[in-house]
């Protein structure tokens, strides 16, 4: 994997502090390695392809599957509002939202708040009372709001706590890491709010909420990342599934509503252009996410191959690091082709 080395080795304590690349080829791990430190200064320790990061908007990747699983166990209909399970939403304008909705960002639900304008707010309500944008199944706007109440929906209908619902099928991935651990994790951004931020969740909705959310706030590693991912690409390659049933896991990866940018399947994007950040070389019913901090995972089932990229990007500003990761997985690609 010389290609992906060098590409990584050139970015790292220019474009990122620390990061953490791990390739899976027909469910076998054929690289994985560690870049850099948690920051970039005397308080800066080795980072190792085990490090947790935080993985921001990953984490509605964990929590879509949530959803999902009660789905598949026939607690939830993907298709039925959920108004019966959030009445704050009845006999008004969400009242005909889904979980299908919530999952493709096709509820209406604004995107999400600049977090100076709800300091005093109570998040999950602003959340759920927040006048929609548009009419439910109209359109796709990215929403952060619509996974604060995906996991508003999985807390009522379990009783459980987001956290625990995560440990129980995702043991390596965490709410609010432990303060023993906080050094060891790659630091982000020094937002002028909270100073440099390490060991702590980024999102500053997910922060205000105590760090646990439905669209931000898990920390693990790339192996962990992987692993759900590997759910989701070994169903659509034939592998067993062990988190869903195979027809509902590749229904989620099948686009559910169209857009310009990025088509959107049940929590995963869909490659849409050459210009997502998954690049030029990967097939066309690849999906994947980001995160805001600088992580991404992407899946080609086609080539049965997958990449997680974790990295700590925006400790250096919130600059676009499309052309970064397009670069990581163009390499990927070029290096797992048989003509490599």
């Given amino acids: ?18 990061a953490v690349a791990r390739i899976e080829h027909r469910g076998r791990v ?4 560690a870049y850099g430190a948690t920051r970039a200064d005397d308080l800066g320790c080795a980072v190792y392809a085990d490090t947790g990061f935080d993985l921001a908007s990953l984490t509605k990747l964990f929590v879509g599957t949530l959803l999902l699983r009660l789905v598949g166990e026939k607690r939830l209909a993907l298709d039925e509002p959920v108004a019966t399970i959030i009445p704050e939403w ?16 096709t509820s209406g639900m604004n995107s999400g708040a600049d977090y100076r ?18 009419e439910p199944g109209e359109r796709v706007i990215y929403s952060d709001l619509g996974f604060i109440a995906a996991g508003i929906a999985i807390e009522r209908v379990t009783a459980k706590s987001l956290g625990a619902l995560v440990r129980s ?39 205000l909420m105590g760090g646990v959310a439905g669209h931000a706030g898990l920390f693990g590693s790339a192996a962990a990342v ?44 869909l490659k849409t252009s050459d210009e997502n950040s998954c690049g030029r070389s990967m097939n066309a019913s690849s999906f994947g996410h980001t995160g805001f901090v600088g992580t991404s995972v992407w899946a080609d089932p086609v080539r049965d191959l997958q990449g997680v990229l974790l990295t ?21 690609v070029a290096e797992c082709s048989p003509s490599g």
């Fill in 1 to 18: 994997m010389k290609r992906v080395d060098r590409v990584l080795t050139a970015a790292c304590g220019k474009e990122f502090t620390a």
């Fill in 117 to 134: 304008a709800i300091f005093d707010e109570n998040v999950e309500e602003f959340a759920l009372s927040s006048e929609l944008v548009a």
């Fill in 90 to 105: 009845r006999r008004n304008a969400h009242d005909a939202i889904t979980p299908r909705m919530l999952l493709a960002h």
């Fill in 30 to 33: 054929v690289f994985e390695r």
């Fill in 169 to 207: 099928f995702a043991p390596a991935v965490t709410y609010r890491p432990r303060a023993v651990v906080r050094s060891g994790i790659p630091a982000t951004e020094d937002d002028g709010w909270r100073g440099r931020v390490q060991g702590f969740v980024h999102d500053e909705k997910s922060y």
């Fill in 226 to 269: 992987a692993a759900l991912t590997e759910a989701y690409l070994g169903a659509a390659s034939g592998r067993s599934c062990a988190l869903l049933s195979g027809a509902l896991a590749r229904e989620a990866v099948r686009e559910q509503a169209s857009d310009p940018v990025l088509r959107r399947g049940l929590g995963w994007a």
């Fill in 312 to 332: 700590n990007a925006v400790y250096f500003g919130r600059n676009d690091t499309r052309d970064l990761r397009a670069a990581f997985y163009e390499a990927m």
